[in-house]
């Protein structure tokens, strides 16, 4: 099956540092990728629509300048928090699917970010 | 717009006792359904999904789930759980006609299997 991974899969860092989370498929080429962000106890957020070779497309409510997308591949795409706060700390998810095969979504272990 | 509706936000139930999750959905088109699960402190893996064809759809695990359309529900159950089942279920809808293919989650349903 289409395999996605996460990387860091934790990360723990001071306010006002950023931090960059990577997502990458493994098995596939994925011109679409998702961000999720999971609050305790919640369901998935989606934060963002990170699409190979342009600019992310944002959920509303969710700031461009703070969470910062790049998809520059087919297989890689980086969520970047910029200047983190306490706040920002979650469960961040990504997804991707498989290119002409549009109804599933196959995600990553996640990555726990924690702001002190 | 489609919304999805868990009902169930815990499920407590002993080992090898049958289980049930109930999922509701809305829309007035033809959707794709989906149930994952999310072990703790990881990522949603694909258990099973509806697209079109049976009504019933066995998924990994030993779960299986049905589409009844005039209920607009897509309950997943398994006939006898185990511990190793306790985790985060989570119902999910895409919209199967046009459309960016972004699903809609419920709110999750915590299954809790005892000893």
């Known amino acids: 099956g289409a395999v996605v991974s996460q990387h860091p899969s934790r990360v723990i860092c001071k306010s006002g540092t950023s931090v960059k989370i990577e997502c990458r498929s493994l098995d596939f080429q994925a011109t679409t990728m998702f961000w999720y962000r999971q609050f305790p106890k919640q369901s998935l957020m989606l934060m963002a629509t990170?699409?190979?070779?342009?600019?992310?497309?944002?959920e509303q409510g969710v700031e461009k300048d703070k969470f910062l997308i790049n998809h520059a591949s087919l297989t890689l795409s980086t969520l970047t928090v910029t200047s983190a706060h306490p706040e920002d700390s979650s469960f961040y998810i990504c997804s991707a699917k498989i290119p002409g095969i549009g109804e599933t979504q196959y995600f990553g272990p996640g990555t726990r970010l924690l702001v002190l | 717009a489609q919304s999805v509706t868990q009902l169930d936000s815990q499920v407590p139930v002993f080992e090898e006792a049958p289980v049930e999750l109930r999922c509701n959905y809305s829309s007035s088109v033809s959707v794709y359904l989906f149930w994952y699960v999310q072990y703790p402190n990881q990522g949603l893996q694909l258990l099973l999904k509806y697209l079109s064809g049976s009504t019933l759809v066995k998924g990994i695990n030993g779960f299986e789930a049905e589409f009844n359309k005039s209920q607009t529900s897509f309950h997943l159950r398994k006939p006898s759980v185990h511990i190793s089942d306790t985790a985060e279920y989570f119902c999910a809808v895409i919209l199967g006609s046009g459309g960016s293919y972004i699903p809609t989650f419920g709110r999750g349903t915590s299954l809790i299997v005892h000893p």
């Open positions: 990170s699409n190979e070779g342009s600019k992310a497309t944002y």
